[in-house]
């Protein structure tokens, strides 16, 4: 069996446009949440959002295509693909609001046009979607699309990994959307989640997340131009103790992990560093925690990419993935200024600067509503 290795990626978040502009703004401070007052009954309601960089909320039925035709070509000409390659390459989508947001802007503009018109109306299709990609770029493969809630994108790229890695594909785009909209707003506005000054994952003042928008996308295949990134490992693994909570005694998160570990030939004592899914809500950073603890006597370094990018649900998996392999390509690891710098009550400490890191082993944990959780564990060193 070959091993795939990242070619290429693109990424579009509140950070900037374009890979470089978001790991630069990696060294520097926190932005600050933009409220949008969304409308509920007859009246709105705030919500924190990390809106894309650059990309203004208007002409919303066109604005989700722009940022994927962006993305999409950063990566493909990054990868250095040519029109024959594409041919061979399959993509995989992974999202959790796919083009609602498209759907709802639709149904306003019909409100305009008459008080009855019925909401929702437009198809918002995961295939359709893919469909639209695969054929602006002339990607001949098949296309897939997972919808896993917060663990989508991470396990697009699981099964990307593998059909390069079996040889039923010579290429693979994976791409991680997400968009503002109204309806994912309003459901964690009514599970009281959102934070308005800002996500603190693990810290004493934790409170909720701020929604995210990001669009990502990552060529894998067999390795050429020097790249070093791969997919060490990786595992999938159901909790069933609740719809938006993992199991607070750790022991779902402490079992993907494990099974990540194994998956890779990996000893927990090599794992140089830990991307945390860090979603700031008080259940989900204590079971986080508890599940780390139970499979690494000492944490390795930590960090939390959310309080950057706010919460990007399906396309977590993807943009964090980018963020942190694009810092450790410079040879730093994450920091979260302002938040952990001392002990929290979980006893986590997060770097207020990047911190200088050499080569090595590491792994990104999502844990996503719904019970589906993910654990990859990837390298820029060979072994």
Known sequence: MSRSYFLGAGLHTRLGRGVKANIDAMFGALPTPQVIQVPLGEGHEPA?????????????????????????????EAAGL?????????????????????????????????????????????????DRIRRRFNLAGADYTISTACTASANALVYADALVKSGRAKFALVMGVETFNIITALGFHGL?????????????????????????????GQKRNGARFHLRGSANLCDIFGMSTANPDGTTVSGVIKMALEASGTKASEINGIKAHGTASLLNDEAEAAGMRQVFPQLPQLCALKPFIGHTFGACGLNELI?????????Y???????????SDLDITLAQAPQPIEPGVFMLNYFGFGGNNTSLVVANVEG
């Open 82 to 130: 040519t029109e024959a390659q594409r041919r061979e390459t399959v993509l995989l989508l992974g999202s959790s609001s796919v083009d609602i947001a498209a759907s709802e802007a639709i149904y306003q503009r019909g409100l305009r046009d008459c008080a009855n018109a019925h909401p929702l109306m437009a198809n918002s299709s995961l295939g359709e979607m893919a």
């Open 192 to 220: 009281a989640l959102l934070a308005p000054n800002g996500m603190r994952p693990f810290d004493k003042g934790r409170g909720g997340i701020v929604l995210g928008e990001g669009c990502s996308a990552l060529v894998v």
């Open 333 to 343: 690891f994450p920091a979260a200024p302002g938040i952990c710098a001392e002990p």
């Open 323 to 331: 963020l942190l392999t694009g810092l450790l390509e410079r040879g």
């Open 48 to 76: 924190p959002v990390m809106l894309l960089h650059d990309a203004p909320l208007e002409d919303v039925e066109q604005r989700l295509w722009r940022v994927i035709e962006g993305v999409a070509s950063e990566a493909l």
